[in-house]
C-alpha cells in the first residue's frame, strides 16, 4: 500500500496555514452555501419507467438528501433508453441516467460526462428458450433475435452484438427483429432470443413456468457498466458546486436504497408506480445487489480502465477508432477548467487578501485532497482488483438470508455456476447435507458474536453432481446498523489435495492386492474392538490364517496366478464373516480376522470351520487347478492376552501349532503352545552361537549294499550338543535353523566335515566311498554359485563329485523352478549325485523322476517299519523298486530294523539298506572304526 506522499521542503508555516485556512473556511463557507441557498430546480430523466431499477434517485428525495444539498429535484420517468441523453444534451433535463453507450456518444461528440457508476456489471443478456440439450449460444444461428433497436443507432444493445461477435456470431448470422420489449414474443415463440435485464424478465419467466437459459456477455469477458448517472459539460462548468451536491446526494440515496430494499419497494408501489408489484420489485432489488456490489464497491465509483475494456469492445466492433480518447468523459469533482472557472468568479467577487490567501490554501487543499483522492482510488482498484483476480473463490453473503451480495470468478469456478445461477440459490444450498448442519451451528455463533470467524472442511455438489471438497472461511463484516449483518466466504477447492491424503490413507491402511485391512489398519481395527469389549463386557476371537501349500502354487504356477489365488481366498474368507467383523491381510499367505461381540466360543469354531471347508475348495487359475488349506491359530480377547502383540503373538503360536498337527485344521492357544513358543526362541538364539561355540559334531550312519552286506556308503547326520540341555536332537534344532536362516551356514559345515571325512574313507577304506548330505530346500534354492565353492573344496581334497550325494526331499521337484532345474544340473554336470529323500511320503510323482537327474530314491521308513509279506507296504515297496530300477535308479531303503525287513526287501531287489540292524548313527571317529572292522572281516 503507497502512502500519500510527504510534505514539500517549501511548505508554508503551520502559522501561516492557520491563517490561511481561517481565510479560506470563511470562503468555505460562502461556496458551499451559495447553492444550498438557491435550491435550484433540476430534472433527472430516467432512462425507463419508474422501477427499482432506480431506487437511488427516489430515497435521495424521500429521504432529503436532495434538499439538504439545496436542491429541488423531478425525477422523470423515460419511455426509451436514449431519452436521457438526448434530454440532457439538448438541455432539456441537466441530468439523465444512462448506459455504457453515453461512451458512444461522447466519442460522438457529444459532450456529456459520467458523473457516476451505479451498477457495476450490466444487467444486459440474452434469454432463450430451454430445451433438452446443453444451453448452446449458437443454438441463436439462423433465428428470429429481438436484441437492440434497429432503428435507433444508439439503442443498438452492442455489448449483446459484441458478445456475439465474440462468440463466432456475426448478426448477420441470425435475423433481427425490431424490438417489442415483451416477454409474450419469446414464450409464444414469435423470436427465439430476446435481449433481456436479469433484475427483470427472468421474474416474469419463472412466474409462467417458461423454461428459459440466460447468456451473459461476462461469459467471454465483456464487462460493461450499467446504469450510470451522467450530467452534460455546460452544467458542470455553470453549476459545479451543483453538480458535486447532487452527486453526493444521488449516491447517498444509493446506499440508503440498496440496505432498505423492503421501504424502497413500498414507497415505489405508493408514489411511482403500480405497475409491478411488490414480489417483483424485490426480486428486482436481489438481483441488483451482484450488480451494484453496494458493500464491496463505493457506489460512484468508476475506472478508467474499465471504460477503456468498454472501448475497446466497441473499437472491437468498429464502431469506434482504436485508442479513442475520450478525456474529460469521467468527472472529476477535483478539477477541470469548469470547476476552476466557477472558482475564479467567485474568488473575483472576494476581497485581493482574501483571494490570495484563499487561492494558496485551496492550492493546498485541492492537492491534499487529490491526494487524497487517488490514494482512495488507487486503494479501491486494488482492492477489487485482488477481488476479481483473487485465487481464492470469495463471496460476500448476507448472514440473515443467505442470498450471495457478491461472488469474484474463482468462486463460481470452484461451485460450477454462473453469476446469474447463484444469485438464484442461497448459499450452502449445494453443500454436501452431511456437512451443512455444522457450517450452521458455526453461523449460530457467528451472528452471537461468539466467534468473529471460523474456518471448516466440507464438500458441495457441482451442477453435474461433481463433488468438490473446500476449505472455507467465513469471517463476519460490519455492516450498517439496522441492515443485515453480512459475512465474507472464502473457499479453497481442496479436491486434489483430499484425493492424494485419501489415496496415501488408502495406501497405509490397505493392502493393494485385495484391498483387505494391512497391519496397520488391523491393529486399529482391534484397538477399537477391544476398548468396546471393555465397555460391553463382551469377548473378541483372534483367527491368525496360513494358507498352506500357498508356496508351492506360487513357485509352479508363477506370482500372478498366486496373486489371483490370493485376491479369491481374501474373497472367500470375508464371505465366512459378518460386515462387522474384520479380514485382514498381515503379508504373504497370512491373513487375520477378527470376531467381535462375542458372547461364546461356538460362533469361533463354527466360522473357523467354514473358513478350511471354504479355502479347501479348488481354486480355478486359467487353465489349472490350485488346491490349498488353511492352518488356523485362535486365540481370544480378553482371556488370553490384555494386549495386541499378545494377542497376536499367541494367535500366531495356535497356527503353529495347527500346522504341526497335520495342517487344514484351527487350534486354540493354549499356555503350552507359548511355552513351546519361548522353547523355540530361546534354542533359536542358543543355535546362533553353537557353530562359535563348536557344539556341533557330525555322525553318520552306514548305508549297507544288501547283496553283499558291505559299507560303501554312510549318511552325515548331525547332532547339536548344547552346553546346558545336553544333545538336541535334529528333529527339533533344523526347522529353527531353517526359520531363522542359520541352516545355510550349519550346511557348510557339514558338508566340508563330511567331506573330510569321505577323503580319508576313499583313501583308507574304499576308492568310491561316498557320503551323502542332506539338503533343506532352502540350501538348495540359495543363490547360484553355491556349489561351485563345492566342488572347488572337493578339488582342493582331491576329491570327485562323485564321492558326495546330496540328499532332497520331494516336495523340491514339485516346487521345481528354473532354479532347482539348474541345481539339479549343476550338480549332474559335476559328478555329484542326487537322492530323493523320504520317497513315498508326499506326492510320490513318477513324472519328475524321468524329468530329473535323481540317482537314488530312499523308501521312507513308514513303508519299512510296516513291511510283512503280502502287505499294502510290501506291495508298493515292490512296485517302487521295480519303477526306479526301470528308470535307471538305485534304491535305498530307510528304517531297516529286522532281519525280516532285510530279507524283503532284499528278496525285492532292493539295492541297500539303512536302519538301526545295522547301526545307529554314530560318531566319525567310531564309524571309522567300524569300517575298519569290516576290512578286517
Ligand atoms: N538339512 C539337514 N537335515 C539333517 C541333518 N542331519 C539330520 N537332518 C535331518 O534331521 C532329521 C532327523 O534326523 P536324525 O534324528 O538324525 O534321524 C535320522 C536317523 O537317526 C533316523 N534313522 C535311521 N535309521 C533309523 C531306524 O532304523 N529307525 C528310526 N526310527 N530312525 C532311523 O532317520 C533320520 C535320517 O532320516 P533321513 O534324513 O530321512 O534319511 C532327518 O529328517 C534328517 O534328514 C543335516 O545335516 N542337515
Redesign the pocket.
Known amino acids: 500500500m503507497s502512502l500519500p506522499d510527504a510534505a514539500p521542503a517549501s511548505s508554508p508555516s503551520p502559522r501561516a496555514l492557520r491563517r490561511l485556512r481561517l481565510g479560506g473556511l470563511t470562503l468555505l463557507a460562502l461556496l458551499w452555501l451559495a447553492p444550498a441557498a438557491a435550491q435550484d430546480k433540476i430534472t433527472l430523466q430516467l432512462k425507463h419507467s419508474h422501477q427499482f431499477q432506480f431506487a437511488g434517485y427516489y430515497a435521495a428525495l424521500e429521504q432529503g438528501y436532495y434538499r439538504e444539498a439545496g436542491l429541488d429535484v423531478a425525477i422523470l420517468e423515460g419511455s426509451d433508453g436514449n431519452e436521457p441523453e438526448r434530454d440532457v444534451v439538448s438541455g432539456k433535463a441537466e441530468y439523465g441516467v444512462g448506459a455504457s453507450s453515453l461512451l458512444l456518444a461522447r466519442l460522438a461528440g457529444k459532450p456529456v460526462v459520467v458523473l457516476g457508476v451505479v451498477f457495476q456489471h450490466s444487467p444486459y443478456a440474452l434469454a432463450m428458450r430451454q430445451t433438452s440439450a446443453e444451453p448452446d449460444i449458437r443454438r441463436i444461428i439462423g433465428k428470429r433475435a429481438m436484441i437492440g433497436s434497429l432503428t435507433d443507432e444508439l439503442g443498438s444493445a452492442d455489448e449483446l452484438l459484441a458478445y456475439l461477435v465474440k462468440e463466432g456470431i456475426p448478426p448477420t448470422s441470425f435475423q433481427r427483429v425490431e424490438p417489442t420489449y415483451n416477454t409474450a414474443d419469446l414464450i409464444n415463440g414469435r423470436v427465439d432470443a430476446i435481449a433481456v435485464y436479469t433484475t427483470n424478465e427472468p421474474d416474469t419467466f419463472d412466474r409462467l413456468g417458461f423454461p428459459y437459459d440466460i447468456y451473459s456477455p461476462r461469459a467471454v469477458g465483456i464487462d460493461f457498466y450499467g446504469d450510470n448517472l451522467f450530467t452534460s459539460e455546460r452544467e458542470i462548468a455553470n453549476h459545479p458546486a451543483r453538480v458535486r451536491a447532487f452527486r453526493a446526494a444521488s449516491m447517498r440515496g444509493w446506499q440508503w436504497a440498496m440496505s432498505h430494499q423492503e421501504e424502497m419497494a413500498d414507497l415505489i408501489l405508493s408514489k411511482y408506480s403500480h405497475r409491478s408489484d411488490r414480489a417483483h420489485l424485490l426480486y428486482e432489488a436481489r438481483q441488483m445487489v451482484p450488480l451494484v456490489q453496494p458493500v464491496l464497491v463505493e457506489i460512484g465509483y468508476q475506472n478508467p480502465e474499465r471504460w477503456r475494456h468498454i472501448a475497446d469492445v466497441y473499437a472491437g466492433l468498429g464502431m469506434v477508432p482504436k485508442n479513442a480518447n475520450f478525456d474529460g468523459f469521467m468527472y472529476r469533482q477535483d478539477g477541470g477548467g469548469a470547476s476552476l472557472l466557477w472558482l475564479y468568479r467567485v474568488l473575483g467577487a472576494a476581497a485581493l487578501l482574501l483571494v490570495v490567501g484563499a487561492a494558496i490554501h485551496f492550492s493546498l487543499l485541492a492537492r491534499e485532497r487529490r491526494r487524497a483522492n487517488a490514494a482512495i482510488r488507487t486503494g479501491e482498484q486494488r482492492f477489487r482488483t485482488m477481488f476479481e483476480a483473487s485465487p481464492l473463490g470469495i463471496a460476500l453473503v448476507d448472514s440473515i438470508t443467505y442470498e450471495y451480495r457478491d461472488i469474484n470468478p474463482r468462486f463460481q469456478e470452484i461451485v460450477g455456476r454462473s453469476q446469474a445461477e447463484l444469485a438464484a440459490m442461497r448459499w450452502l444450498e449445494a453443500g454436501h447435507p452431511e456437512d451443512v448442519a455444522q457450517i450452521k451451528v458455526q453461523m449460530g455463533r457467528l451472528l452471537a458474536h461468539e466467534v468473529h470467524n471460523f474456518k471448516i472442511t466440507n464438500r458441495l455438489f457441482r451442477p453435474d453432481g461433481e463433488l468438490v471438497w473446500i476449505e472455507v472461511s467465513v469471517t463476519a463484516i460490519e455492516t450498517e446498523k439496522g441492515s443485515h449483518p453480512h459475512h465474507l466466504c472464502m473457499i479453497e477447492d481442496v479436491t486434489d489435495k483430499k484425493q492424494s491424503e485419501a489415496l496415501i490413507w488408502q495406501q497405509a491402511n490397505f493392502d493393494p492386492l485385495t484391498q483387505l485391512p494391512n497391519r496397520r489398519m488391523f491393529h486399529d481395527r482391534l484397538a477399537h474392538d477391544m476398548l468396546k469389549s471393555q465397555r460391553d463386557r463382551s469377548h473378541i476371537a483372534i483367527l491368525f490364517i496360513d494358507l498352506d501349500h500357498f508356496k508351492e502354487v506360487n513357485d509352479t504356477l508363477g506370482h500372478h496366478q498366486g496373486d489371483i489365488l490370493l485376491v479369491d481366498a481374501a474373497r472367500r474368507i470375508g464371505a465366512c464373516v459378518r460386515k462387522s467383523d474384520t479380514v485382514a491381510r498381515l503379508g504373504g499367505d497370512e491373513f487375520t480376522v477378527i470376531l467381535s461381540e462375542l458372547d461364546g466360543t461356538e460362533r469361533v469354531e463354527q466360522i473357523a470351520q467354514h473358513i478350511i471347508d471354504s479355502l479347501r475348495q479348488p481354486f480355478p487359475l486359467g487353465q489349472e487347478q490350485a488346491f490349498v488349506s488353511a492352518s488356523i491359530g485362535i486365540t481370544l480377547y480378553p482371556d488370553d492376552a490384555l494386549d495386541i502383540d499378545d494377542l497376536l503373538k499367541h494367535a500366531d503360536q495356535a497356527m503353529y501349532a495347527a500346522k504341526g498337527a497335520g495342517r487344514n485344521r484351527y487350534s486354540y492357544f493354549t499356555p503350552t503352545l507359548q511355552v513351546a513358543a519361548l522353547n523355540r526362541m530361546r534354542l533359536t538364539n542358543d543355535l546362533r552361537g553353537a557353530l562359535k561355540g563348536e557344539q556341533f559334531a557330525?555322525?553318520f550312519?552306514p548305508i549297507v549294499h544288501l547283496k553283499s552286506g558291505r559299507i560303501h556308503k554312510a549318511?552325515?547326520?548331525?547332532?547339536w550338543n548344547h552346553p546346558q540341555r545336553g544333545v538336541v536332537?535334529?528333529?527339533d534344532f533344523?526347522p529353527l535353523?531353517?526359520a531363522s536362516g542359520l541352516?545355510v551356514d550349519?550346511?557348510e559345515w557339514?558338508f566340508r566335515e563330511s567331506a573330510r571325512w569321505v577323503q580319508r574313507w576313499r583313501h583308507e577304506h574304499h576308492p568310491e566311498f561316498q557320503v551323502?548330505?542332506?539338503?533343506?530346500p532352502l540350501?538348495f534354492q540359495r543363490e547360484d554359485g553355491a556349489y561351485d565353492a563345492w566342488l572347488s573344496y572337493l578339488q582342493a581334497l582331491d576329491l570327485p563329485g562323485q564321492s558326495v550325494v546330496v540328499?532332497i526331499t520331494e516336495g523340491l521337484l514339485l516346487d521345481a523352478n528354473a532354479t532347482v532345474s539348474n541345481k539339479l544340473l549343476q550338480l549332474r554336470d559335476a559328478g555329484i549325485q542326487v537322492a530323493l529323500?523320504?520317497f513315498g511320503t508326499g506326492y510320490s510323482s513318477l513324472s519328475y523322476l524321468k524329468k530329473f537327474d535323481i540317482d537314488y530314491l530312499?523308501i521312507?521308513?513308514s513303508f519299512?517299519?510296516n513291511l510283512a509279506p503280502d502287505s499294502s507296504d510290501m506291495a508298493l515297496s515292490d512296485a517302487i523298486i521295480v519303477m526306479a530300477h526301470k528308470l535307471g535308479l538305485r534304491v535305498i531303503a530307510?528304517?531297516?530294523?529286522t532281519p525280516e525287513q532285510r530279507d524283503l526287501l532284499a528278496a525285492a531287489g532292493c539295492d541297500y539298506g539303512?536302519?538301526?540292524?545295522f547301526a545307529?548313527?554314530m560318531p566319525a571317529e567310531q564309524f571309522d572304526q567300524l569300517l575298519r572292522q569290516q576290512a578286517a572281516a
Open positions: 557330525l555322525y550312519q549318511e552325515a547326520l548331525i547332532r536332537s535334529p528333529m533344523i535353523a531353517e541352516i550349519i550346511g557339514v551323502s548330505v542332506n539338503q533343506s540350501e540328499e529323500d523320504d530312499k521312507d521308513r519299512t517299519r530307510e528304517g531297516v530294523e539303512q536302519g538301526y540292524l545307529r548313527p
